[in-house]
């Protein structure tokens, strides 16, 4: 090699390409390094801290609910107030707006901390907010029928409800849990539904401040009515006066007469107001009082007819559930 190529071979302008690899990785390094401490640090302070106050509030609605449960069953209340169902709902609704405004604040601080510019995203925004407003159509239904269904107080947490939804199909059971978006039911079956509120056409309360047991008691066209009528009163104040049931009525039950004729069979009913949710449990106590005293008479069930009520399998939270500050009787506030 000539005297020329070596001295070019030896200039530092060689040396520093052949080491300029290794210098662009530490940079690299060093900069990911810097920003983990700086910009990464902050995120993940950021993220934590959300995951922390989501965290409490989701503990302190449990603590709310945790706390009237406990209220409930220390105490000698059967059902438990309207307002008490309500705050229950709105507490459950609450939670969920504040977890996410807790989001939406961590999202709009990690584009701070990334220097996004938030004001250029004005416009961008606006057609995405649009797009999603076009395509989200359902959601913003079903959050706009929640607030109402909360503010209006048409049914809470504990409540047995029927719902009609879209398509003409029932939802029954009982409130479990209320959102801005959905509801939640448990049936009988201990199936739970959830139903969009924006698909909610129709909401029938069976256990706003008080219910009514109906059974409807079909007997022989040749049966003495008089007689079946004294007896069906006579049950209705020996039902009342059993201390199982007097504290679930709120008045005796008492004989309507007959409501329907048919050529082999008369219809006569009785009723009962009962508290929230029990009329299910009382119409069928009742029916069989009712059968056992009217054959007691020799008066039997029309043949091909059945004693009919509006008794079903109540939902599990409707006879469990209740709250302190009420009368054990109605379910209202004391001081009311």
Do not use: C
């Amino acid at each position: 090699m000539s005297r020329p190529e070596l001295l070019a071979a030896a200039s530092p302008h060689h040396v520093l390409a052949a080491t300029s690899p290794q210098n662009a990785t530490e940079q690299l390094i060093g900069s990911i390094y810097v920003w983990l401490v700086t910009n990464g640090l902050q995120m993940v302070t950021w993220v934590l801290g959300g995951l922390i106050v989501i965290r409490l509030i989701r503990w302190s609605a449990a603590k709310y609910a945790a706390r009237v449960d406990s209220s409930f069953h220390n105490s000698d209340l059967i059902v438990q107030t309207e307002d008490t169902k309500h705050r229950r709902a709105l507490v459950d609704v609450v939670a969920w707006v504040l977890i996410v405004l807790v989001i939406a604040i961590v999202l709009i601080r990690f584009l701070v901390i990334l220097n996004v510019p938030i004001t250029g995203l004005t416009g961008p925004g606006a057609v995405i907010g649009a797009a999603l407003g076009f395509g989200a159509q359902r959601v913003v239904q079903d959050i706009l029928a929640g607030f109402f269904v909360v503010a209006e107080k048409q049914y809470g947490y504990g409540d047995v409800v029927s719902l009609m939804v879209t398509g003409g199909q029932n939802a029954d059971g009982t409130v479990e849990d209320v959102t801005l978006r959905v509801t939640k039911l448990r049936t009988s079956e201990g199936e739970v539904i959830t139903v969009p509120n924006g698909q909610i056409i129709k909401a029938t309360n069976l256990s706003k401040d008080w219910a009514r047991a109906v059974v409807d008691v079909p007997v022989p066209a040749k049966a003495d009515i008089g007689l079946v009528n004294d007896t069906l009163d006579r049950v209705g104040r020996e039902f009342y006066a059993t201390a199982r049931w007097h504290d679930l009525l709120l008045d005796t039950p008492s004989s309507l007469g007959v409501t329907d004729l048919e050529l082999d069979a008369i219809t006569v009913r009785i009723v009962a107001r009962t508290l929230p949710g029990k009329q299910f449990e009382v119409s069928r106590a009742l029916r069989v009082s009712i059968v056992r005293a009217l054959a007691a008479e020799g008066i039997t069930v029309a043949a091909g007819h059945d004693a009919q009520s509006g008794a079903a399998p109540p939902a599990t939270l409707a006879d469990t559930v209740s709250a302190p500050g009420t009368d054990s009787r109605t379910g209202r506030d004391g001081g009311a």
